[in-house]
């Protein structure tokens, strides 16, 4: 089971590129990293997903070094209604509930101030 | 993409009576789904896998007599909070995998119990 690390809070100004890192040095050889958005009194929302490189999207990018004992969730030009907390999940395709792809850690705060 | 519902999105109830959260998956089938607990400033923490046709799984320390699911069909899983008490006052949100298994899930909006 992968634990990941992120780091508990961040801030950030509109208009500013935002990066989140999520450190997950036991990850298996088959586990994706699944990034997700959770505003408060709301269900997380998919952001993306990955697997090794990079990947984006209309909303994100995902860098995943080599190694892919980490990966970076990349926001560019932030705005207020990005003020979330972001969760960095790591687990390969599977549908025990011991699957590192259904535990959340305790997440990155982020706070994007005007 | 895929609309996971929840219903209520939020409940008030007496101490001992018993809640009941239903989660519908409205554009795709789910054999499978899951239901997290999450207490104010913490993160989501897994209950119990919902499984249609047989028994849920439940996480270590979820009392499975006190949360009651059952898997109706392949688009409506339903938790039931037995004698409910204050302590059991969270938001419960649940989540069906994507169709090419749990790498992804697909969110509820949430159910927010207030147990008086």
């Known amino acids: 089971l992968a634990k990941t690390t992120q780091p508990i809070s961040m801030d950030s100004y509109e208009g500013q590129e935002v990066n989140i890192t999520c450190s997950h040095n036991n990850i298996a050889t088959n586990d994706y990293i699944t990034w997700y958005q959770q505003f408060p009194s709301q269900g997380p929302r998919f952001i993306i997903q990955?697997?090794?490189t990079k990947v984006t999207n209309e909303v994100a990018s995902l860098f995943i070094p080599a190694d892919r004992k980490s990966s970076t969730l990349s926001l560019p030009r932030v705005s207020l209604s990005d003020t979330a907390v972001y969760y960095c999940l790591v687990g390969d395709m599977g549908y025990g509930g011991s699957q590192g792809n259904l535990i959340f850690g305790k997440g990155t705060k982020l706070s994007v101030k005007p | 993409g895929a609309v996971v519902s929840q219903h209520p999105s939020r409940v008030i109830c007496k101490s001992g009576t018993s809640v009941k959260i239903e989660c519908r998956s409205l554009?795709?089938?789910?054999?499978?789904m899951f239901w997290y607990r999450q207490f104010p400033k913490q993160s989501l923490m897994l209950m119990a896998t919902?499984?249609?046709?047989?028994?849920?799984?439940?996480e270590q320390g979820v009392e499975k007599d006190k949360f009651l699911i059952n898997h109706a069909s392949l688009t409506l899983s339903t938790l039931t909070v037995t004698s409910a008490h204050p302590e059991d006052s969270s938001f419960y949100i649940c989540?069906?995998?994507?169709?090419?298994?749990?790498?992804?899930?697909?969110f509820g909006p949430g159910t927010r119990l207030t147990v008086l």
């Open positions: 990955g697997y090794k």
């Open positions: 989540s069906a995998p994507d169709r090419g298994g749990a790498v992804s899930q697909y």
């Open positions: 554009d795709f089938q789910a054999t499978t």
């Open positions: 919902s499984n249609e046709g047989s028994k849920a799984t439940y």
